[in-house]
């Protein structure tokens, strides 16, 4: 079993910024990849950031030059540094995990972690 979880959101004035984190933990297993979704209230869930095992990122278009996402050594962690933050940018923001446990290839999402971008 692995469990995701992130912390970081909260209340922020626009310009500002904030950082992200996501630990994933539990029984043996490698992670494949890692990446950052976002839902607003009565919007789909949307993919704003990923990083792969092999150190490749990709970014949603409306955040390209304001969020960088990492992941330390262990590749256990990813984090979302978010700068210039904007209104829009509110959302449940959502850790999520590919990893393989055992040979076999699983997925798992945080419980979230709230933005609010104050204007």
């Known amino acids: 079993q692995v469990q995701v979880v992130e912390s970081g959101g909260g209340l922020v004035q626009a310009g500002g910024s904030l950082r992200l984190s996501c630990a994933a933990s539990?029984?043996?297993?490698?992670?494949?990849?890692m990446s950052w979704y976002r839902q607003a209230p009565g919007k789909q869930r949307e993919s704003v950031a990923s990083?792969?095992?092999?150190?490749?990122?990709y970014y949603a278009d409306s955040v390209k030059g304001r969020f960088t996402i990492s992941r330390d050594n262990a590749e256990n962690r990813v984090h979302l540094q978010m700068n210039s933050v904007k209104p829009e940018d509110t959302a449940v923001y959502y850790c999520?995990?590919?990893?393989?446990?055992?040979?076999?290839?699983?997925?798992?999402w945080g419980q979230g972690t709230q933005v609010t971008v104050s204007s």
């Open positions: 999520y995990v590919v990893a393989v446990v055992r040979g076999t290839r699983y997925s798992y």
């Open positions: 990083f792969t095992s092999a150190g490749s990122t």
């Open positions: 539990g029984t043996f297993f490698s992670i494949n990849d």
